[in-house]
């Protein structure tokens, strides 16, 4: 039996180190993460691992939201990922 893939909407992620676009990731609706879920991801343009935040098709928060909160410094303390843990 063939899978349905009509569940699977795409997330795409911001950097909170530069706030440029990273590689968009595919999920299932039934594992979609809350507003602004933070994900640590490979930056292509910071060439390093930071916090990305997530932001999904047909959710309440935005690139806008995202922009104005990286531009106020939501994010700076939360920039780097620990690899410690």
Known sequence: MA??????????FFCTN???EGIPISR????QREL???KNL?????KE?????EIGNNRN???????????AGVFLDKRIYEEAK
């Open 18 to 20: 530069c706030g440029k």
């Open 42 to 46: 490979y930056c292509i343009y910071c």
């Open 49 to 53: 691992t930071y916090n990305h935040v």
């Open 36 to 38: 602004g879920h933070l």
């Open 61 to 71: 928060y935005t690139y806008e939201d995202f922009k104005e909160d990286f531009e």
């Open 28 to 31: 299932p609706r039934a594992h």
């Open 3 to 12: 899978r349905c893939y009509n569940n699977i909407t795409p997330s795409r």
